[in-house]
């Protein structure tokens, strides 16, 4: 595997040069190696893995990939894949703007095709069988539509895009069902707590920019967090800098402790290394060697 560069990058993608621009971007069955920095985007982005081997990080989670595996990103998210040089890693992304569908004339009624994007934020199916089959006959007639000078091109697109759409819907209707629908305000502000540490929890963060960022109280978004979620503001951010220093020690197992632990956001490694036996039963030390024993043939 790579030895991973973390950096965070908001990545500026091109739209398509195209005089009907319908997506933003679109690569499919991409097989060239890419770099494996962190990075997000403004966009919304749905990830099809057709094969090779890829552990795709997404926020603080490891998906260990395989064929037939979609990935929907509300794009803010870090995301970035570990792939294995060894083999192809094949897969198709596309990248577009919600407003994007404003653009097709005919919506159909009564549903929400950003619902999967907007409930569920950053979502993962993995389609075998009919689905699969269905998912990738789909890929292929957005490739065969994407980029073309002409306007016939640009309505067939159109189509087989809200087509596309319209099959994640389907894919996703049961966990939106789950998930209780779009937000109410208690859970609006809370997700903005949630977006808001995600975008900064490597920095030094008071309730007081809560407060000022988010126009809310910084009381009310303590409770409310509190009761949304069961754990404190704090709480939440110290779990979240120590997923990521797991992370980074599992992917780049020369980082020393200390180092690691400015990464994450703590000013001192000694409350580093008491969150982190805290919450993982061990120290960071000892979690480092027990990730080189595992790799250790």
Same mark, same amino acid.
């Given at each position: 595997m790579?030895?991973w560069?973390?950096?965070?990058?908001?990545?500026?993608?091109?739209?398509?040069?195209?005089?009907?621009?319908?997506?933003?971007?679109?690569?499919?069955?991409?097989?060239?190696? *890419?770099?494996?920095?962190?990075?997000?985007?403004? /966009?919304?982005?749905?990830?099809?893995?057709?094969?090779? $081997?890829?552990?795709?990080?997404?926020?603080? #989670?490891?998906?260990?990939?395989?064929?037939?595996? !979609?990935? !929907?990103?509300?794009?803010?998210?870090?995301?970035?894949? /570990?792939?294995?040089?060894?083999?192809a890693?094949?897969?198709?992304?596309?990248?577009?703007?919600?407003s994007?569908?404003?653009?097709?004339?005919?919506?159909?009624?009564?549903?929400?095709?950003?619902?999967?994007?907007?409930?569920? #934020?950053?979502?993962?199916?993995?389609?075998?069988?009919?689905?699969?089959?269905?998912?990738?006959?789909?890929?292929?007639?957005?490739?065969a539509?994407?980029? $073309?000078?002409?306007?016939?091109?640009?309505h067939?697109?159109?189509?087989?895009?809200?087509?596309?759409?319209?099959?994640?819907?389907?894919?996703?209707?049961?966990?939106?069902?789950? /998930?209780?629908? !779009?937000?109410?305000?208690?859970?609006?502000?809370?997700?903005?707590?949630?977006?808001? *540490?995600?975008?900064?929890? &490597?920095?030094?963060?008071?309730?007081?920019?809560?407060?000022e960022?988010?126009?809310?109280?910084?009381?009310?978004?303590?409770? *409310?967090?509190?009761?949304?979620?069961?754990? &404190?503001?704090?709480?939440?951010?110290?779990?979240?800098?120590?997923?990521? =220093? $797991?992370?980074l020690?599992?992917?780049?197992?020369?980082?020393?402790?200390?180092?690691?632990?400015?990464?994450?956001?703590?000013?001192?490694? =000694?409350?580093?290394?008491?969150?982190?036996? /805290?919450?993982?039963?061990?120290?960071?030390?000892?979690?480092? $060697? #027990?990730?080189?024993a =595992?790799?250790?043939?």
């Amino acid at each position: 595997m790579p030895t991973w560069r973390f950096m965070t990058e908001v990545v500026p993608v091109a739209i398509s040069s195209s005089p009907y621009p319908l997506l933003h971007q679109f690569a499919y069955k991409l097989d060239k190696p *890419i770099g494996t920095a962190f990075h997000s985007h403004a /966009q919304y982005e749905i990830y099809y893995f057709h094969s090779g $081997k890829c552990r795709y990080m997404l926020g603080d #989670r490891m998906i260990d990939l395989v064929p037939g595996d !979609l990935i !929907l990103m509300n794009g803010m998210t870090r995301h970035a894949p /570990q792939m294995d040089r060894s083999t192809a890693y094949v897969r198709t992304t596309f990248l577009f703007d919600p407003s994007c569908l404003q653009m097709l004339e005919e919506k159909p009624r009564h549903l929400n095709l950003l619902m999967p994007f907007q409930v569920l #934020r950053n979502h993962h199916l993995r389609l075998d069988g009919e689905e699969r089959r269905e998912a990738e006959e789909l890929l292929a007639r957005l490739n065969a539509h994407y980029g $073309k000078d002409d306007l016939l091109a640009y309505h067939r697109l159109r189509l087989a895009f809200l087509d596309f759409l319209l099959f994640v819907f389907g894919q996703c209707r049961e966990a939106i069902d789950l /998930q209780g629908g !779009l937000p109410n305000d208690k859970e609006r502000n809370v997700q903005n707590v949630l977006a808001f *540490i995600e975008n900064r929890y &490597t920095e030094e963060i008071h309730l007081e920019q809560l407060e000022e960022e988010l126009h809310v109280s910084r009381y009310y978004l303590s409770r *409310i967090f509190r009761e949304v979620t069961g754990q &404190t503001i704090f709480g939440y951010l110290y779990r979240r800098r120590i997923n990521q =220093a $797991k992370m980074l020690f599992l992917l780049d197992r020369e980082q020393t402790v200390t180092h690691v632990s400015y990464q994450v956001g703590f000013k001192h490694p =000694a409350h580093f290394s008491r969150l982190f036996k /805290q919450q993982v039963g061990m120290t960071p030390d000892q979690y480092r $060697k #027990r990730l080189f024993a =595992a790799a250790a043939p």
